[in-house]
């Protein structure tokens, strides 16, 4: 990885014995590094103390290698604790990348709006086990900044040379911040990734990580991740295994970008074509090897039947109560806007009763400010998304419009339980009476009415950047062109 230099000039005198001889990083072809290790969060304010633990496991299979760098996939499983009469299912995300010699790792994906290593929420992919060094390498090196996976600086440094694992090795430790982090009041947040890379092979034995942000009113979230390479060397892949881990990552590549190419369609959704997708997905589950790589083939055939439903949750785990407001970060391009239509109709007169207090609300005595309604189905995977995004958008328009949320189905002290689970501090209504008078072919949906009660935009579905788009189009009936 990039020039190893055993000698870690001016840093450590202990390591003055260290051979100098550089040393590139060293990959094979088949080589499989598999790494496993806990992801807890916890959340912290005076008085109150709760975390969250999951298991996760990293996978990279180098299929090809050479003097120019290596092609790659990188895999990581999410697992949740099991639970009794609760049913979990692990959660994969997959992607191609290029490795370069330097120990840069270039993904070949387009921007995606799911972060690799968000800051509310698991690792969806592990980044470091490859970390850029300087072009010098590290002789007489001590400090560094790459360009991390979400588009900030990254400032590295040595902190010394150790064995661990029976192996040599540097311990490298990667920091960020927000602005206002270090003046300790105020809403910010603090990453730093440790490596700890093997010296003869440049390679990282250990990866940790903790991310610690911090929200106006006091609540401290900190989130920790730890794996290690198991065996603490990759394991060459038998020809056999191999090649089943080859197809199964072709097949799924193949098929998430039909599934790209369905969620870009417009009109309508194109159910024959998600029934055709779904149909070949459990063809492929059926005969393919029990691999890793195999939980990313059925992670996909999941979300195409969710969104065969007209749901599009962000993927992989998203924990919606801890999100707070991230840093500034370079602006990425959105993705295509979701199925929009503009119907011009008003809406005639019904009640609507919120749930917690039985209070029946006329639809005409909303009229005069614009309202921003979320329909949704309290057993769906995308709720905690749909009503995060709601509360967060109550909060920003305050008394510029009304929000509400409105559940479809569900008995109400279901729901009911649902918004004290979520923490909710808007009002829950129900929502079959809307529904039939409001272009709600399926759920979520999301419409936006202006202050005359005229419908100026309606989604279906949800994905992780319908929270954009939704605010931009309240931005259009806040404040109209002339």
């Not at 790459?146 to 661990?164: M, R």
């Not at 065996?231 to 098929?255: F, H, N, W």
Request: hydrophobic content about 40%; charged content about 20%.
């Amino acid at each position: 990885m990039g020039s190893f230099v055993l000698l870690i000039a001016g840093a450590f005198a202990a390591a003055q014995s260290e051979p100098a001889a550089p040393n590139l990083l060293r990959l094979e072809r088949g080589q499989e590094f598999v790494y496993s290790g806990p992801y807890t969060l916890t959340l912290e304010q005076p008085g109150n103390r709760t975390s969250r633990t999951l298991y996760l496991q990293h996978c990279i299979l180098v299929r090809n290698a050479g003097p120019r760098g290596a092609e790659a996939t990188f895999l990581t499983i999410q697992r949740t604790p099991p639970q009794a009469g609760v049913s979990t299912l692990p959660v994969a995300q997959l992607e191609q990348a290029i490795i370069e010699p330097s120990g840069r790792v270039n993904f070949l994906s387009a921007a995606n709006s799911v972060p690799r290593i968000p800051l509310d929420g698991p690792p969806n992919l592990e980044v470091a086990a490859f970390v850029e060094l300087p072009k010098s390498g590290l002789t007489g090196a001590n400090n560094w900044t790459t360009v991390a996976e979400n588009g900030l600086p990254q400032n590295w440094k040595v902190d010394a040379v150790e064995d661990f694992n029976h192996c040599r090795c540097v311990v490298l430790s990667g920091e960020q911040a927000s602005a206002d982090w270090k003046n300790g009041t105020s809403a910010g947040w603090f990453r730093q990734d440790k490596v700890w890379l093997d010296l003869s092979a440049g390679y990282a034995i250990k990866i940790d990580r903790v991310i610690c942000r911090r929200e106006e009113g006091g609540l401290i979230v900190t989130a920790k991740s730890s794996c290690e390479l198991e065996a603490g060397v990759p394991t060459p892949c038998p020809g056999g295994l191999y090649s089943d881990r080859l197809e199964t990552i072709k097949q799924t590549i193949l098929m998430m970008g039909e599934f790209q190419q369905l969620q870009l369609a417009r009109g309508g959704l194109n159910a024959a074509a998600y029934d055709d997708l779904l149909v070949r997905l459990d063809q492929r589950l059926k005969v393919q090897a029990d691999t890793p790589y195999r939980e990313a083939l059925a992670t996909l055939r999941r979300r195409v039947e969710m969104a065969r439903k007209g749901e599009r949750p962000p993927e992989p785990l998203v924990i919606p109560a801890l999100k707070m407001p991230l840093a500034p970060a370079p602006p990425a391009p959105l993705p295509p806007p979701p199925i929009i239509t503009r119907p011009e109709k008003a809406v005639p007169d019904f009640n609507l009763t919120e749930l917690s207090t039985g209070q029946q609300v006329p639809w005409s005595r909303l009229r005069g400010r614009p309202v921003l309604l979320f329909f949704f189905k309290p057993s769906s995977a995308t709720v905690p998304n749909v009503l995060a995004c709601a509360q967060e958008m109550s909060a920003r328009l305050g008394d510029q419009a009304y929000v509400l949320a409105l559940a479809t189905e569900g008995a109400p002290a279901t729901i009911l339980e649902l918004r004290k689970q979520q923490r909710l501090g808007i009002g829950v209504f129900t929502g079959q009476d809307a529904r039939r008078l409001l272009p709600v072919e399926t759920t979520p949906c999301t419409i936006i009415l202006d202050k005359s009660g005229a419908i100026r935009f309606s989604a279906l579905g949800w994905g992780g950047e319908y929270p954009a788009w939704i605010g931009r189009e309240m931005e259009k009936v806040l404040h109209p062109a002339p």
